[in-house]
DNA sequence: TTAAGTTAGTTTATCCGCACAACAAACATT
DNA sequence: AATGTTTGTTGTGCGGATAAACTAACTTAA
């Protein structure tokens, strides 16, 4: 707890008024006066430190209401670029936004059996290359997000990947290192979820579930508007959630674990095994019963975890994140029978089961606005 | 988010001092001083203010230093007295506490098949006389806490009861209107872990779970030192965590939800229907092997789902709320084997799993410093 | 026993940020 | 052209915190 003086106060107005034009602009001195109940004079000498600092500037007159034409404030969304990246199982991901958010360029890669090593030296030379590119600005970059497939502890350190071979790699430091700007390094899921909390299909929610699924199936925790992380960084590890306590061993030394049943792995190992992914784009097309099959019990399955997530927490939503939930609202469906089936009536009709709106970009965009978001909380330190 | 001026400052530092006092009395001013980085003047006239509301005393000269010797502050835990209300599915516990948490009164029932309209009599007659037998204080009774075993929403309405028939009866309003005082409906389990929180094996803990087990199995979640309650106020309800996605079907609706293996009720059904409750004791006494183990494959099926709120939260500990786990060490132990052949090795050296040590009191203690806490928090408003 | 040093708490002066009110600027209405 | 409204600025005062000086009370050691 931090004691209070005036400059606290200083700083807490100031913060509440750069949020206020960031999420209202454009908007006047006046407006700004009525909805945060500052003084005039207080929002002035506030606002004009801001313009100073070239993270607010004036867009020109606004229309009048029956008096004086307002002054219309912007917020300076170009004054700094973010970099978020994803380092998939095998791809890599490498966006520059702005400080809204917006997407300036973007770079995909596919890791075809790339070392750690390798990918890297991509890493490294494809941000030096969004770097040299960037447009000016007066601050420049103001930091970059790296999210990773794995547990990722409270110092930033990777401590388990369990598809990949980056544990124990300091990527943080090599990357702070080379570019000598913040750096943050966190879990895909959590990185996702962030993503759709401030730019996808979340944006309304204090309180929800971002589950990814593709390999395995982690899950990234928002409550009370903040990302959860746990004591050592390792919630939201529910893919190793027992939904069968006698089912099979997982590799994890548990058994019967969701991921088992319900992640994109088990779902492709449910396919026969002489179908490629040709084969499986045509029978989709032709809407195969054996195909379909699959997928209702994929979204069976998933709805038997999803259940379990909706009664240990009571959100207000639970976001889904996979490109066969994303692309196919059947599978959405078989998901809601198997809830509607299993849940209480009572969460059913209050939580929400929505895909991804960002899709792949979910989780590097969550990354880009960690750095925003500490940037901007910075600016008020 | 409140807008900042001199006013929020004062009361920022006030709730400060005062918190700084009731954890570390008898101190000085000086070492408040030291203690908050406040100035000496700023404490002095702080405190003053508290002191003429009769919420700290001085009691005297401490120790000296080497210099002049200081005057001692303590918090008036005597400025006013709670009152918490555990109402269970067959018992009834009232609680009187001062402002620290001690209890001053005590008064248990058995409810034998007690109507609610019964209960409600009982509960109002004996507040009243607690009431009555209450020490004399300047702030007399600050609040009513009352826990109940079922689903409470964010209006303080109790929505669900499985075991009993208080859904939809307005206890809040009916106890305000006797006494006219703050009154609190709580979740039993959430109650719980508060109290294990402010006095009990969760002192030192700030994200934590409290698993209640009796006839149902209920979970109060502590994340960041404060409660989440979800946002219909229905977290927790793990008892509905499918473990056994094909097990028997659950009067929830859910199939192989984890209080079918792991309840006080499932460890009862699986003993021979002829054991009344002395032959239990008695082969308690005896080390049954048939009882024990009972108890084993209890313990082992709590392990299940313990080990699914680890990796779903990531806590700092467990705490276990049930009288055969406070008796008897036998049942942790089987527990503590189901979790270090199904937990990740990293969570299992870092998660502490550890009986209750308020028992039964937890619930009507937690309530209690729930009133205490808001009572608190109003001082400073 | 006395002087010097240390710690506790109060008093006084000063600073800083906000609110308030008066004012100036720029517009709409009639 | 006169009136009223809205926007934004300027000067004044207030409240609360800090800092430094001061008083008070004690320890230590010559």
């Not at 004079?41 to 993270?55: M, N, P, R, Y």
């Not at 917006?102 to 596919?110: M, R």
């Not at 929800?208 to 390792?234: C, D, Q, W």
Request: glycine share 10%; charged share 20%.
């Amino acid at each position: 707890m931090t004691i209070a003086d005036q400059n606290l106060v200083k700083k807490m107005n100031r913060r509440r008024l750069l949020q206020e034009v960031i999420h209202h602009s454009p908007i006047s001195r006046a407006s700004l006066s009525k909805t945060t109940g500052l003084n005039k004079s207080t929002v002035s000498a506030q606002i004009q430190g801001l313009v100073d600092e070239k993270f607010i500037f004036e867009i020109g007159q606004g229309q009048s209401s029956g008096g004086r034409r307002p002054v219309m404030l912007m917020f300076n969304k170009q004054a700094g670029y973010a970099i978020g990246v994803d380092i998939g199982v095998d791809d890599l991901t490498v966006l520059l936004t702005d400080l809204d958010g917006s997407i300036v360029s973007e770079h995909y890669f596919e890791l075809e059996q790339s070392s750690v090593n390798e990918t890297m030296a991509l890493l490294l030379k494809t941000i030096e290359q969004v770097i040299r590119t960037m447009p000016g600005s007066p601050y420049g970059l103001i930091g970059i997000g790296i999210c990773v497939p794995g547990l990722v502890n409270r110092s930033e350190q990777i401590v388990l990947t369990p598809n990949t071979h980056w544990n124990g790699v300091d990527v943080k430091k090599q990357v702070e290192e080379a570019f000598n700007v913040p750096v943050t390094i966190e879990n895909e899921a959590n990185a996702g979820a962030y993503g759709e909390h401030i730019y996808g299909a979340a944006k309304a929610f204090d309180d929800f579930m971002y589950v990814s699924i593709s390999t395995g199936i982690g899950v990234g925790l928002v409550l009370n508007n903040e990302l959860y992380r746990g004591v050592h960084g390792f919630s939201g590890e529910m893919g190793h959630m027992t939904i069968d306590f006698n089912g099979p061993k997982c590799n994890c030394g548990n058994r019967g674990c969701w991921e088992l049943y319900a992640s994109e792995k088990a779902f492709r190992q449910s396919l026969p095994a002489d179908w490629d992914e040709k084969e499986l784009n045509k029978r989709f097309q032709q809407n195969d019963v054996v195909l379909f099959r699959s997928l209702e019990n994929f979204g069976h399955h998933l709805g038997i975890g999803l259940v379990n997530i909706a009664n240990t927490f009571d959100p207000e939503a639970i976001i889904l994140r996979n490109p066969l939930i994303e692309s196919n609202p059947f599978v959405l469906n078989a998901v809601k029978n198997t809830l509607s089936s299993r849940m209480n009536v009572r969460f059913e009709t209050e939580c929400a089961f929505l895909p991804s709106t960002l899709g792949k970009n979910a989780p590097a965009l969550g990354a880009c606005s960690m750095m925003i978001e500490s940037f901007i909380k910075g600016i008020t330190a």
